[in-house]
């Protein structure tokens, strides 16, 4: 399984972007799919998680009423809706996918990680 994570860029604080993972060599509709962040000098940090079907989603308290994640299984790709953006949200944005279907918050659950995409929240 191959993840292609993009969407990022430069935004003002307020703003809003909207982030894709596109995936392909899987059955992507079988996997339930994870956005993580990581800050300079932080840890990797759970976002946002949806299941294969799209019916049950799961957010960090931090981004809880401004990301929506969501997936088009025809296209095979996940998207997060990122509003109300705020310095803090900046990081390095990666998808991840788990073969297993758990909704989690765990990294470790997750079998497969795109390459990552920079968001920056200007103030």
């Known amino acids: 399984v191959q993840l292609q994570a993009f969407g990022g860029g430069l935004v003002q604080a307020g703003g809003s972007l909207r982030l894709s993972c596109a995936s392909s060599g899987g059955t992507f509709s079988r996997y339930s799919m994870g956005w993580f962040r990581q800050a300079p000098g932080k840890e990797r940090e759970f976002v946002a998680a949806?299941?294969?079907?799209?019916?049950?989603?799961s957010y960090a308290d931090s981004v809880k009423g401004r990301f929506t994640i969501s997936r088009d299984n025809a296209k095979n790709t996940v998207y997060l809706q990122m509003n109300s953006l705020k310095p803090e949200d900046t990081a390095v944005y990666y998808c991840?996918?788990?073969?297993?279907?758990?909704?989690?918050?765990?990294?470790?659950?997750?079998?497969?990680w795109g390459q990552g995409t920079l968001v920056t929240v200007s103030s």
């Open positions: 949806i299941s294969w079907s799209g019916g049950r989603t």
């Open positions: 991840a996918a788990d073969r297993h279907g758990s909704v989690s918050y765990y990294h470790g659950s997750y079998e497969y």
